[in-house]
């Protein structure tokens, strides 16, 4: 089943948050549900130049959006760097879980 995006729009803010090499490289990895009870999946879409990545965070059975990421890659080269990669912005899904109406 494909991934629903947004429906309504979503809140939004810039962020600046660093994160490391390992830490971006896990979450290139995503995440598939491994059973009914786990509801999270995490897609990564990384253009081929790779500089900016957008991480989108789905819930549910039928995976409904509610959390993406954009984060700008660090230096290839210097991937020891703490602080390698960064959270530039991050979009929200603003109804969750009995608080207003779902998508």
């Known amino acids: 089943m494909p991934p629903i995006p947004f429906k309504t729009p979503p809140g939004t803010a810039e ?55 954009e984060i700008v890659a660090g230096d290839p080269n210097n991937t020891e760097a703490k602080e390698w990669a960064t959270i530039v912005k991050i979009w929200w899904k603003k109804r969750v879980f009995g608080r207003g109406t779902h998508d």
């Open 15 to 69: 962020w600046d948050h660093t994160i490391t090499h390992d830490d971006y490289t896990k979450t290139l990895n995503g995440h598939t549900p491994r059973d009914m009870d786990d509801k999270v999946w995490i897609k990564a879409k990384v253009p081929e130049a790779q500089s900016n990545a957008m991480f989108h965070i789905y819930y549910g059975w039928k995976p409904r959006e509610v959390i993406r990421l």
